[in-house]
């Protein structure tokens, strides 16, 4: 694998990284790796697997993100039916990749008395809970077996089966509690945009949700694969 | 339940007597009656003797919904709530109540298909389902409080995504004129005092499960896609009610009320409805608001968004915010419900001084939602307030109550059509206090009975609306002739049946419609221009049929009958028809059981013959047509005195009817003398055992 | 300018390719107009592909174009309808995304209202069959005041060509219109009183 072609980030920049977690790192030995694709950095793990520092994670940034407007979501649910039905093959919203029957009927700060609160018993608002598809995802970095990796197309951050333990640290980890645990496989899941054609986003009866492309406007790194910190133990 | 797709697998049993609670294998003995009010026919059928009475601990409520219920297919929300009827006069017989909102797919996820509630707690209690966790709990700290209060505690016990049914103070103090409610908005009409009367207040379902779709997702994504481009309207109105570019036909009384410029006004930031092209899947939640279709175009600005049941995208419920109703009124800003419901606090007026349109009129509806369904109140298809109206003005009221219990009332408040009346009325009909409480809350039959009032004369009135036992008309022959009134016949309470009135006022022009039913009834006169009727043929009595069965149909699989069947749409590109197999389509890939349109339209005639047999057995005669199968005179009588099959009236002839009935026995398979399903029509939709019973019972023609 | 066999590729001939896309914007330009309940002018089109510089800037070539790419356009795309009707610039619409119906209700409100709301009630009351209450002319794309609309209906009065135009008033207060020569008194009135008050207590 040539070394320009790196998800548009220049090898010299992930040398610099890969050493700053590892000092005896050299280029050659770098190459000699492999890609430097996120799977093949994590065979790195002897090398940047340090004494002291955790190995580096790198994941391409997702090329989209389901965007929710609140004020259009009627509530219908479809979009958590269309997550599983079409993708699982079972009706089954506890574990939909998009969250909306948590907020739907309160809002959330949950059941109380009063009409100050949002969804069907307050002021109608339902907030659709999405995943962020986070650049510098807590899910992937939390894996224990790094079963979390961007996958290709949409790069959306996606749970790998065959890998995932069902050990549910990644669930606890994310900020926005959105992992989606199947409990008839034992496995963790998450929103993979449905690899750039969300089924939810086409569902939605009110366009309540849109697939957008990505823009990185934080002015800091452009597009590029973004290093993480590994937070296992 | 490996191979098995839709169903969860179990029936919940729940004893209030002893406290116990088994489950059932819903494949093993319910499978043939699908579910819904199939189910509750069935078990009724095998458990609950003749006799018994809606407030015996023998009677039994079953919760039943249908292997679609809790899936992606389209309007798959509603609960069927069976039990013997207490307004069915004079004698209870079997009826259903019909609930939206979350309540049927949060049944299916936590793992049942249905829920049985024997016996009689010797307390209040509610019932906790959360998953395979069932409890009978302690409700001594809901118990005399309202629907919603109850609703909420419940939910901070169970989880905010938790559903909760519960009836209220009417239910408790068992006014047969009550409901139970779910999901702020939802009610089963006519239930309440039965739960009451088993000191049931609650029941809270959390689910965590799935519901295995037995197709293939490529198949399954395919055929909802398909089902959601043939939906219309609410009431599968398939055309807009004002000219829009797309399409080629309007009509002003049409529930789709989605243009450029007609806004929700009240949504945080107001939401455009815009240009619905019915191509566009994504704009089906905007094509229907019924706040506007009841109150007028004054509803846009108080209009929040759409909400309704699980599923669902046509969002019948429009939610509304009138925060000068909450100033007037000390209640909430926000209220949210549907066609009845909506309109429960209205109905009681005579008028309005702003008119029938104006912002009284939504005040009162304001008002009534806020405590009907917080009291949970049942109207009886409005039978209430036109019972009410017309004991008023024609002095009745006056001369039943004391002079003190009169006086209590703020009588000058309710001729001018100030809404704050139903303050003074409402929660004394929940209370049942004073003969005013009391009475009105009985249903119109047991009103008659108290009152020494007559039925023939209520029987008499067009304006009453009543039809037979205590309940009005239901889509009768206003909406569609001859068919409308057979179909009146046929229930216990108000027949429950839109199938036929869906189609009459989806807004086709004639000719469209009759090319329509001459496909899927047989002759184009199947329809009549409305208040244009011919005599009856047998197209007729063929409509009339597939009407009850697609009823049951959708009652028992868990669609909705306010949107099917779908045997029209909005695509010109298909000439406005529909698909008349889209439930076996669904049926079939959900469960994985293959079922054709006919089997599943006969498995709809074995629920129905159920109903039948029920029916018969308890009222203890086979005579139905005579003595069941009755129409009121109004039915046969025309105000200007115009004959029967003119233009302008809605009037049948007798001769006709009596030909209408004989042509529907016929087609059912039913002896024509006495109404009464044969033995053979009971054996070809495998029902012999029913047959067997009734036969010993000299209850067979 | 040359002119090219519509659809030709040329990728060398810049003349070509902007036919193409001369094209394709007409057709963009008429669908969306459509789909607001407009029909296209020529001057939309215009004003369109000289935004777009599709068009050659010498007045003369322009217009010479512009006919050129409407004919194209029209063999095309085969949902453009050019509108029959009237005097004047020609106009275009889209089947896709309008009707013949609506078509017909925009070249009818082209005209003298009177006709307007005569022959949209007559249309109602063969069609449906059903009377129209005087309100659907407030609604779009009729969008008449109700002074206006009752004063087209005190022009009726009386009038031979409106002779048939007929009216009849709902016990809720609200006129409708009906044409006698598809319905009957006593039908309209019926049916208006139906569609006014009676459908909705009977929800």
Redesign the interface.
Known sequence: MGAAETDGVSYERLIAVARAADASLTRRRFLQVGGLSVVALSALGPWLAAEAAPPVLVLPQAKGLVLADPTKCVGCRRCELACTEFNDGKAAPSMARIKIARNMNFGPRGAFLGREGQGTWGNGLVVQDVCRQCADAACAAACPVQAISAKSPANARVVDETKCVGCRTCVSACPFRMMAFDEEIGRATKCTLCDGTPKCVDACPAAALRYVAWREISGTSGLGPRPVERRDA | MATVGGWAGKVLRVDLSTGRTRTDDTIERYRDVIGGTGLGYAVLWDEVAAGTRPYDAGNKVIFGVGPLAGTGAPCNGRTAITTLWPTCWPTPLVGTGHMGGQFAAELKYAGYDGLVIEGKADRPVWLSISDDRVEILDAHEFWGQGIRRTAVEISQRLGAEAAVAAIGQAGENLVPLSVVMTGYSHSAGGVGSVLGGKNLKAIGVRGTGRLRIAGSTAEWERVVKRHLSLLGANNQHVVPDSPQPWAEFYDPGSRWKAAPGRQWGAASVPVDTGSCDPKDLNRIAYRTNNAVHYLGDIAWKYTVRGNGCTGCPVRCHTMIRVPAAAAKYGIPEMGQNTCGGLNFGRSFFKEFPDGPRGQTAVEACMVGMHLADDLGLWCNYSQLQRDFKKLYYDGTIRTKLSAGEFKGYAWSTYEKGDPAFLFDLLPRLARREGELGLAMGLGTGGLLDRWGLSETEWAADHELQYWKMGHPKHHANEDAGQCGVILNTQYNRDAQCHSHANFTRNGLPLAVQKQIAAEVWGSPDAVDAVQAYTPMNVAKARMAKWSLLRKELHDSMSLCNWMGPWIASPLKERGYRGDDSIESLLYSLVTGDKKSREELDLAAERIFLLHRALTIRDMGTKEMRARHDTIPQWVFKDGAGKPAFSKGTIRMGEADIAIAMDLFYREMGWDTVTGAPTRAAYERAGLAHVAQALGEKGLLP | METHECGAAAPSDTGSRDWDAATNVVAQIVRKL????RFAAVADIREELEGLALLPEAAEEASAALDEILRAALTAHSDLVPVEEGAGEPRFYSSE??????AG?LLRKAGDRLHLIAETVRENSA????P??L??FE???FSLTRDEILACVRGMAGEKAFRDIAGTRTS??NDYLYSTAHL????????AE??DV??????
């Open positions: 459509s789909g607001a309940g995304f309008m009707t013949k119906a609506y209700l069609l449906y069959p059903r129209l209450p309100g659907a609604q779009p794309p809720a207060g009957e008194p006593d039908h309209a009135a019926s049916l139906w569609i009676g459908q909705y207590d009977n929800p």
